[in-house]
């Protein structure tokens, strides 16, 4: 006889703009997760990712390229009216206004009774796996991110980052303590709706090592998943609730939640797919039959892609080649031997600006970045 144990939602990215803004100031919950609650109140445990720092008052950007986001602290009123109990934090913004923004997030999280992982004031904070008694069984959640600038080290706050070896210590460690593992990881290539060959390796690695479940968001849309030894692994999930006026009407406001149903002897889940920041503010969740029917032909055919290794990496050669050039202009010398050999001695300035040294960095540190620099020089 299987033995019920708990209902767990996890969804992807929050970040509170513009019209979702201005409900929020507003107080108006209702018209942005109206729906969304309806689901939530009835899970056991319900988790979100807060794409943004909560920021009080003035406070300056950390140096990096790409834009710098933060939220304000009612975001967690938000996030509280839609049933979430958790943030998870490790994500290429979390540090963007440096200790005091990744400070205030925890503080905040932590009075309003928010828990948090993934993210911390220094790197042992971060990667602290965290257990939860949920239905009278311990679940351990782990939550990293691809490295960029948001990580932590042992001097400044920040996420974690993923690193599949202290990932594998850190489940393995969990597995002991706990009935369930749940592995929730932020990257992947943004706009791009399947994983690279990279991520299925890795995130079949972390169900190797003990893992539960696989969740991934960051692409900022949504991709397909696979069953690997009975486990789901998600490779990406979409925004949860990020609007962006010149974004509407793509690929960014579709998306899904995962629920996943925990027993003694197995784990089942289901897809909550919805529409989110396009003609309506809020998260819409898709009920009709039509909606349903055609969102899942989409996740089967990516399944049907993400199943078969050759075609996986056929895509992801495509898609590489449409920015073969920008990445290569990173690297780009217009230069030769001789003048090489002057710069070298001390003879020529460098002319590396630092916004090119940040860009250069973030290409190199990034995995989902380092793959396409590597492939454009490759194959120039």
């Not at 304000?72 to 490790?90: C, E, R, S, V």
């Not at 969990?174 to 390796?201: D, F, N, Q, T």
């Not at 909606?291 to 078969?308: C, G, H, R």
Request: aromatic share 10%; hydrophobic share 40%.
């Amino acid at each position: 006889m299987i033995k019920y144990m708990a209902k767990i939602i996890i969804a992807g990215d929050f970040c509170p703009r513009e019209r979702v803004q201005q409900l929020i100031d507003a107080k108006d919950y209702a018209k942005i997760f109206g729906d969304v609650k309806k689901y939530t109140a009835n899970a056991d445990y319900s988790i979100v990712n807060l794409e943004a720092p909560i920021v009080i008052g003035p406070a300056k950007p950390i140096e990096k390229c790409g834009p710098s986001l933060k939220a304000k602290p009612n975001a967690i009123d938000a996030m509280k009216y839609a049933g979430f109990n958790m943030a998870t934090l490790a994500n290429n913004h979390f540090r963007d206004y440096g200790d005091a923004g990744v400070a205030q997030t925890l503080t905040v999280c932590e009075e309003a009774g928010i828990d948090t992982v993934g993210g911390g004031n220094n790197i042992d904070e971060a990667s602290r796996t965290l257990y939860k008694n949920i239905v009278g069984e311990a679940i351990a959640f782990i939550n990293c991110c691809e490295n960029e600038f948001s990580i932590a080290t042992e001097a400044n706050g920040g996420a974690n980052p993923i690193n599949a070896i202290k990932q594998f210590y850190a489940i393995k460690t969990a597995k002991e303590k706990a009935k369930w593992v749940i592995v929730i990881v932020h990257g992947g290539h943004e706009h791009y709706p399947l994983p690279s060959i990279r991520m299925k390796e890795t995130y079949r690695f972390f169900i190797d090592a003990g893992a539960d479940a696989v969740i991934n968001h960051h692409q900022h849309c949504y991709t397909g998943y696979e069953v690997y030894k009975s486990k789901p692994i998600f490779y990406g999930i979409g925004n949860f609730c990020f609007d962006i006026k010149r974004m509407r009407n793509s690929i960014w406001n579709i998306g899904y939640m995962v629920e996943l149903e925990l027993n003694d002897k197995n784990i089942s889940f289901k897809t909550i797919p919805y529409v989110q920041a396009d003609k309506e503010a809020g998260v819409i969740i898709q009920e009709e039959p039509q909606q349903i029917e055609a969102f899942e032909k989409n996740i089967k055919e990516l399944n049907a892609i993400i199943a078969d290794d050759k075609t996986l990496q056929q895509k992801h050669k495509e898609f590489m080649e449409k920015t073969k050039k920008y990445f290569l202009s990173m690297v780009e010398p217009y230069s030769n031997r001789y003048l090489r050999a002057l710069y070298i001695r001390g003879f020529l300035p460098s002319k590396m600006s630092s916004k090119r040294r940040l860009e250069l960095l973030n290409h190199i540190e990034c995995e989902a970045h380092l793959e396409r620099l590597i492939y454009a020089i490759k194959n120039k």
